[in-house]
Nanobody, 127 residues
Framework: QVQLVESGGGLVQPGGSLRLSCAASGSTLDDYAIGWFRQAPGKGREGIACISPIDGSTYHVPSVKGRFTIARDNAKNTVYLQMNTLKPEDTAVYYC????????????????????WGQGTQVTVSS
């Protein structure tokens, strides 16, 4: 059973960058599809990116595509979310999540697709 811990959040100005980390313990990330989600104040949790453990292929939702990039470092058992050109509307608590069943070519962006969650890290984009 995997445990996930997010880090790297903080306060950044519009147009700035942050890199979030999702460190895994208790199991290797090779056995899990990993997704990044975010939840803004008063809104539901939104899936924004995921990465396949089969071939490292990725999916990003349109609202972040071209600005955010999900990537994994198997040696460090960590998945990252590089966020560039941040906007105030990116302000949210960011979560990573894992699921241990997956199929090639499928990407998982719904909260009920995942059974393992981190505690979240706050990202605030403000001048």
């Amino acid at each position: 059973q995997v445990q996930l811990v997010e880090s790297g959040g903080g306060l950044v100005q519009p147009g700035g960058s942050l890199r979030l980390s999702c460190a895994a313990s208790g199991s290797t990330l090779d056995d899990y599809a990993i997704g990044w989600f975010r939840q803004a104040p008063g809104k539901g949790r939104e899936g924004i990116a995921c990465i396949s453990p089969i071939d490292g292929s990725t999916y990003h939702v349109p609202s972040v595509k071209g600005r955010f990039t999900i990537a994994r470092d198997n040696a460090k058992n960590t998945v990252y979310l590089q966020m560039n050109t941040l906007k105030p509307e990116d302000t949210a608590v960011y979560y990573c999540a894992g699921r241990n069943s997956f199929y090639a070519g499928l990407y998982y962006t719904r909260t009920y697709d995942y059974g393992y969650w981190g505690q979240g890290t706050q990202v605030t984009v403000s001048s």
